[in-house]
């Protein structure tokens, strides 16, 4: 081994569940991003069904009725569905900006508050990426990247879950179910709603 080798870097695994909440942050950061390819498309058709306790028995529905749409979708047509709706030619039918579902005052800045939780985190928005960082795909990547890459203290994982993600995601989920345009993202808001559920009562024991 040469003298100037670079150490070998061992990233410590992640427990089962705490993998599996990233990778479901993941996947809602990759569905809100962008509408789902083929080759999602077929993944998410393949999918095993969670076994679920009672109390998370809505949220394994929710992934069932998820994989269901997605065998039967036609990545052309989802596509179209998310320009119609997140984007439009004007404004479009439903914001996928967190900022526009939270609750604002002369003195209540949350865009700023957000960007300030990111540079504690020397996390910065690409120059190539034009949506601002409360996009509702980007703060669920963020979510991840907190679990899975810094394995941040469950307290700064919750101050973004409660004071951002959380507080957008009911009329967000609703806008989404209530837009005639909706049809595969009716079901991805549900299952975006019954995960994000499921995190806020963790949050809160």
Not at 88 to 105: C, D, E, H, M, W
Request: glycine share 2%; aromatic share 12%; charged share 20%.
């Amino acid at each position: 081994m040469s003298a100037d080798a670079a150490p070998v870097q061992f990233v410590p695994a992640l427990p089962p569940e705490e993998a599996a909440r990233a990778n479901f942050y993941g996947l809602l950061a990759r569905l809100f991003c962008a509408a789902p390819d083929q080759a999602l498309l077929e993944t998410l058709a393949a999918a095993d069904e969670i076994v679920a306790e009672d109390g998370a028995a809505s949220f394994a529905l929710a992934w069932r009725d998820l994989a269901l749409a997605a065998a039967a979708a036609d990545a052309e047509a989802v596509a179209n569905e998310y320009q119609t709706l997140f984007v439009g030619t004007g404004r479009a039918p439903v914001s996928l900006y967190a900022a526009n579902y939270l609750i604002k005052t002369a003195v209540d800045a949350p865009l700023v508050e957000l960007r300030d939780f990111l540079a504690k985190w020397e996390i910065s928005r690409r120059t190539s990426v034009f949506e601002t960082e409360d996009h509702f795909a980007a703060l669920c990547e963020l979510m991840r990247y907190l679990i899975a890459e810094q394995h941040a203290p469950l307290a700064e994982q919750m101050s973004i879950f409660s004071r951002f993600l959380w507080p957008a995601t009911t009329p967000l989920c609703a806008a989404i179910c209530g837009a005639k345009q909706a049809a595969f993202y009716r079901t991805v808001a549900s299952f975006a709603e019954r995960f994000l559920e499921i995190e806020y009562a963790a949050f809160r024991m």
